[in-house]
Nanobody, 120 residues
Framework: QVQLVESGGGLVQTGGSVRLSCAASGQPLRRFAMGWFRQAPGKERERVAAITWTGDTTLYSDFAKGRFTVSRDNARNTVDLQMNDLRPDDTTVYYC?????????????WGQGTQVAVSS
C-alpha cells in the first residue's frame, strides 16, 4: 500500500501563490493516477485536479482552471499542485490521493492533508 504525505500549505494573502507537494512511499508512484482534493468544514471532499499515470493528461475542476497546475515527477515519487491567484474561499485542507485503477481518481487513499489559509 502506498503512503502519502502532503506538505507546503500555509498562510497566504489573496492573490498570492503556494505550492503543495505530495510525497509517496511504499510503492512507485508511476502505478497510480493522482488527484488533489480539498474539504472545507461541513462540506464534502471535492476534487481539485488530477493527473494520469504518465502525466500526459490533467484534469481540473472549474474553480481551479487557469489558476492551479498539477504536475508529477515519477522519478522522485512526488506530485505537486501549484496554486496561483488564491482567494479566501480556497481556504481549506488539501489532500492528495493515489488510485491504481480509475481515471479520474475516485479518492480513498489519502494523506493527512495540508492546510491552506488565504487572508483577505
Amino acid at each position: 500500500q502506498v503512503q502519502l504525505v502532503e506538505s507546503g500549505g500555509g498562510l497566504v494573502q489573496t492573490g498570492g501563490s503556494v505550492r503543495l507537494s505530495c510525497a509517496a512511499s511504499g510503492q512507485p508512484l508511476r502505478r497510480f493516477a493522482m488527484g488533489w482534493f480539498r474539504q472545507a468544514p461541513g462540506k464534502e471532499r471535492e476534487r481539485v485536479a488530477a493527473i494520469t499515470w504518465t502525466g500526459d493528461t490533467t484534469l481540473y475542476s472549474d474553480f481551479a482552471k487557469g489558476r492551479f497546475t498539477v504536475s508529477r515527477d515519477n522519478a522522485r515519487n512526488t506530485v505537486d499542485l501549484q496554486m496561483n491567484d488564491l482567494r479566501p474561499d480556497d481556504t481549506t485542507v488539501y489532500y492528495c490521493d493515489a488510485d491504481p485503477t480509475y481515471w479520474p481518481p475516485k479518492g480513498g487513499c489519502w494523506g493527512q492533508g495540508t492546510q491552506v489559509a488565504v487572508s483577505s
